[in-house]
């Protein structure tokens, strides 16, 4: 039987207080339709180091299997909101990104979009499915959308070419995903307004003409 690890992609928050620190997480899923929920926990000083490694799953890694784990450490003025693209859509965005631009290539080929903000190699849909399944490697998820992610660097170059014989790598920024997104998404028209309701006056005036 493969063995998936489950508890990827996976995003827990750290809050620094006085006894220790406030810990948000994922509890763990006891099915495949049961929705994880977010819990809070506060953990002293001396137990935040073996906690956090519980929560990375460091004893499901293989060897010669590197997983990254993107850590993002958000205050006031680490990022200027004003630059930052719309999330909103994003894997959907990057999704319909890579099946539009497979169709320039054969179909022996896998998109690889290249994000030029992180530098990051990144397969969607049923290919990264079929990849992790044929592998035997872990399958990441956001919103629903399957996706495999792997550093552009010698490592992360190394492991994709022993998945991938014929890439196909597309750069592009986040940015231009979701205006690439957007600007070709089917937009729904607004239906047409009813006609204007029979005037009132008219019928008031043929009612005084017939009189006289």
């Excluded at 406030?22 to 180091?49: H, N, P």
């Excluded at 693209?85 to 169709?103: G, Q, W």
């Excluded at 979009?113 to 397969?123: R, S």
């Excluded at 990441?140 to 196909?168: E, H």
Aim: glycine share 4%; hydrophobic share 35%.
């Amino acid at each position: 039987m493969k063995q998936q690890i489950s508890t990827f992609p996976m995003f827990f928050t750290l809050e620094r207080v006085e006894n220790g620190y406030i810990l948000t997480a994922k509890e763990e899923k006891e099915g495949l339709t049961q929705e994880a929920q977010f819990r809070k926990e506060v953990v002293t000083d001396e137990l935040i180091d073996q906690r956090i490694g519980h929560l990375l799953c460091l004893d499901t890694l293989k060897k010669e299997h590197p997983v990254v784990f993107h850590v993002e450490a958000i205050g006031e003025k680490t990022y200027k909101i004003d630059d930052m693209p719309n999330r909103d859509n994003l894997m959907v965005a990057k999704l319909s990104f890579a099946h539009f631009n497979a169709r320039k290539y054969s179909e022996e080929s896998i998109v690889m979009l290249l994000i030029t903000d992180t530098n990051m190699l990144e397969i969607y849909g049923r290919d990264a499915e079929s990849i992790a399944e044929e592998n035997d490697i872990a399958l990441n998820r956001a919103d629903g959308i399957p996706f495999l992610r792997y550093p552009n660097n010698k490592d992360g170059v190394k492991t994709l070419a022993s998945y991938v014989k014929n890439p196909a790598v597309v750069r592009a920024s986040e940015a231009q995903i979701m205006e690439w997104y957007n600007s070709h998404k089917v937009k729904q028209e607004a239906p047409p307004p009813p006609p204007p309701a029979p005037s009132s006056n008219k019928n008031s005036n043929t009612s005084n003409t017939t009189k006289k």
